[in-house]
């Protein structure tokens, strides 16, 4: 069993940039695969980025490719995803999630946490 708390969230004009954090518990959280997704109003749950356990291997969506940066610290048992030059389309409220394996299906996610929301202004 694995559990996930998002932190960070908030609100910050165009161009500015916010730090999510999420921390897992668990015997073995350090041990899965951690994605970010986001969802916004009237839209479906889409994926954001990815990072395998050993942080080794990284996935991320085309639309935050170079502005988003996806981290973890085992010791800690935290994700981070740094977001940088943000947009009012990234308004969306942001999730972790867990998975023995990478993907960047939200299917594939066994464990969610409850969320945290990025609103962007204009």
């Known amino acids: 069993q694995v559990q996930l708390v998002e932190s960070g969230g908030g609100l910050v004009q165009a161009g500015g940039s916010l730090r999510l954090s999420c921390a897992a518990s668990?015997?073995?959280?350090?041990?899965?695969?951690m994605g970010w997704f986001r969802q916004a109003p009237g839209k479906e749950r889409e994926f954001v980025a990815g990072?395998?356990?050993?942080?080794?291997?990284?996935l991320y969506a085309d639309s935050v490719k170079g502005r988003f940066t996806i981290s973890r610290d085992n010791d800690r048992n935290t994700v981070y995803l740094q977001m940088n030059s943000l947009k009012p389309e990234d308004t969306a409220v942001y999730y972790c999630?867990?998975?023995?394996?990478?993907?960047?299906?939200?299917?594939?996610?066994?464990?969610w946490g409850q969320g945290t929301q990025v609103t962007v202004s204009s």
């Open positions: 990072l395998s356990w050993s942080g080794a291997r990284t």
């Open positions: 668990g015997r073995t959280a350090s041990s899965y695969a």
């Open positions: 999630a867990a998975d023995r394996v990478l993907s960047t299906g939200s299917d594939r996610y066994e464990y």
